[in-house]
């Protein structure tokens, strides 16, 4: 059974989150106490799962308590639910904290946050990754692709279209402004699916705050990860997420599902920056097994590790709160069909743009990951995907982009 703590110096509020979650009870163990000091004391007796936090209390702050857990039990999930609309103090709050939630928070998002902290474990089951990724604040990102950012957003001229435009082109800087901005502490009452969005919605001036003072956008070290050649794990990517997007496209999707797709295609090999970049040694080996047994990558880091990146990134999406969609596609992008899905989502639209990617690929270094046609003739699509490679191939491989 999971533990739960909530904390609130509120008991009204207190109360309030017990009447809409006493439906779970019989699922999770949930305590409930009114200051930080209390809720160490808790957590000193037994092991907890997850903690919600609000983050004005007297005594000790929220910030404070948040702030010693991630330091001392840094595998509790961290969810802070505040009333604050306090942009400085979020961007303080990185690093401490992998969710915000807005109070009052609708009883919906509440169970579904609680119900995905409970349940990722089930996407990555390595506890010495685990740990890695709990730990983990933010992902490294180009240094050219910073700059352009930066430069971009002094320009007078800059526009919202643009700024998303250059910040889609980036992992590390998609991740982290979706995280940000889909948590219900922005008070956007709305899922944002782009990064484009975000921007119109939050302003040039808020994405500015969040690449100057989240210090969200790190550099890769280039002697850990030269094992991936980056110039090429990014080309991978991008066409990945572009090829995801035609694809929903072409079935028809919504503009947010086709979003998804995009986000998803463009995020799905993370993990293998989070093992790169924290186990270098290790992942040499990966490159080594799959080289001389002929084996896909994913099925050599399950060989070094017992775990893949797609199980990595799965993790580190559904910990941070990214939308669902994106989740299912990052974790399952080479195993659909364990996600149980029965009609065309995001997750078939980055599993077949990555099959196509790796097939227009000029020369795989390593063997390439098998489509799963059973699963898309469960859900329906088989019939359609060499339209799909067709399209893919016609309008987005072998063409250049920035």
Same mark, same amino acid.
């Given at each position: 059974?999971?533990?739960?703590?909530?904390?609130?110096?509120?008991?009204?509020?207190?109360?309030?989150?017990?009447?809409?979650?006493?439906?779970?009870?019989?699922?999770?163990?949930?305590?409930?106490?009114?200051?930080?000091?209390?809720?160490?004391?808790?957590?000193?007796?037994?092991?907890?799962?997850?903690?919600?936090?609000?983050?004005?209390?007297?005594?000790?702050?929220?910030?404070?308590?948040?702030?010693?857990?991630?330091?001392?039990?840094?595998?509790?999930?961290?969810?802070?639910?505040?009333?604050?609309?306090?942009?400085?103090?979020?961007?303080?709050?990185?690093?401490?904290?992998?969710?915000?939630?807005?109070?009052?928070?609708?009883?919906?998002?509440?169970?579904?946050?609680?119900?995905?902290?409970?349940?990722?474990?089930?996407?990555?089951?390595?506890?010495?990754?685990?740990?890695?990724?709990?730990?983990?604040?933010?992902?490294?990102?180009?240094?050219?692709?910073?700059?352009?950012?930066?430069?971009?957003?002094?320009?007078?001229?800059?526009? $919202?279209?643009?700024?998303?435009?250059?910040?889609?082109?980036?992992?590390?800087?998609?991740?982290?402004?979706?995280?940000?901005?889909?948590?219900?502490?922005?008070?956007?009452?709305?899922?944002?699916?782009?990064?484009?969005?975000?921007?119109?919605?939050?302003?040039?001036?808020?994405?500015?705050?969040?690449?100057?003072?989240?210090s969200v956008f790190s550099q890769f070290n280039q002697a850990k990860m030269a094992q991936l050649k980056l110039d090429g794990l990014w080309d991978h990517a991008l066409s990945v997420g572009y090829a995801a997007k035609l694809i929903a496209k072409l079935e028809s999707a919504d503009r947010k599902a086709a979003d998804? $797709?995009?986000?998803?295609?463009?995020?799905?090999?993370?993990?293998?920056?989070?093992?790169?970049?924290?186990?270098?040694?290790?992942?040499?080996?990966?490159?080594?097994?799959?080289?001389?047994?002929?084996?896909?990558?994913?099925?050599?880091?399950?060989?070094?590790?017992?775990?893949?990146?797609?199980?990595?990134?799965?993790?580190?999406?559904?910990?941070?709160?990214?939308?669902?969609?994106?989740?299912?596609?990052?974790?399952?992008?080479?195993?659909? $069909?364990?996600?149980?899905?029965?009609?065309?989502?995001?997750?078939?639209?980055?599993?077949?743009?990555?099959?196509?990617?790796?097939?227009?690929?000029?020369?795989?270094?390593?063997?390439?990951?098998?489509?799963?046609?059973?699963?898309?003739?469960?859900?329906?699509?088989?019939?359609?995907?060499?339209?799909?490679?067709?399209?893919?191939?016609?309008?987005?491989?072998?063409?250049?982009?920035?």
């Amino acid at each position: 059974m999971k533990r739960i703590l909530f904390v609130d110096d509120d008991q009204n509020v207190l109360q309030g989150l017990q009447r809409m979650l006493r439906a779970k009870h019989q699922e999770w163990q949930m305590d409930f106490v009114t200051s930080g000091q209390q809720a160490l004391q808790f957590m000193d007796q037994q092991p907890y799962d997850v903690i919600v936090s609000d983050l004005q209390m007297p005594g000790m702050s929220g910030i404070d308590l948040l702030g010693q857990i991630s330091e001392r039990m840094p595998h509790v999930v961290r969810i802070a639910l505040s009333g604050q609309a306090d942009r400085q103090l979020t961007h303080k709050m990185v690093g401490m904290v992998h969710q915000f939630l807005w109070k009052p928070c609708d009883p919906d998002t509440l169970k579904a946050s609680l119900m995905r902290a409970c349940s990722l474990s089930d996407l990555l089951e390595n506890h010495e990754l685990q740990a890695v990724v709990y730990r983990l604040q933010y992902l490294p990102t180009l240094p050219s692709l910073y700059i352009q950012v930066m430069d971009e957003l002094r320009s007078p001229n800059t526009t $919202a279209e643009r700024i998303g435009e250059i910040i889609s082109h980036d992992i590390g800087m998609t991740a982290k402004v979706l995280q940000l901005v889909n948590s219900a502490y922005y008070g956007l009452r709305q899922t944002v699916s782009s990064p484009a969005q975000a921007t119109a919605l939050l302003g040039l001036e808020t994405i500015q705050n969040l690449v100057l003072s989240l210090s969200v956008f790190s550099q890769f070290n280039q002697a850990k990860m030269a094992q991936l050649k980056l110039d090429g794990l990014w080309d991978h990517a991008l066409s990945v997420g572009y090829a995801a997007k035609l694809i929903a496209k072409l079935e028809s999707a919504d503009r947010k599902a086709a979003d998804y $797709a995009f986000i998803g295609g463009l995020l799905h090999d993370v993990g293998k920056l989070v093992m790169a970049e924290n186990f270098s040694a290790r992942y040499a080996s990966v490159v080594d097994v799959s080289q001389n047994q002929d084996l896909a990558t994913v099925d050599a880091e399950k060989q070094v590790f017992g775990a893949d990146h797609a199980q990595v990134g799965g993790f580190l999406f559904g910990l941070w709160g990214l939308p669902e969609p994106v989740i299912l596609a990052v974790a399952y992008h080479h195993h659909p $069909a364990a996600a149980q899905e029965v009609s065309f989502t995001p997750l078939a639209a980055v599993h077949a743009a990555n099959s196509i990617a790796y097939q227009n690929q000029a020369k795989a270094r390593f063997r390439q990951p098998e489509l799963d046609e059973d699963f898309l003739r469960h859900i329906g699509a088989a019939e359609r995907f060499p339209a799909w490679h067709k399209a893919c191939q016609e309008t987005i491989f072998g063409v250049k982009r920035a």
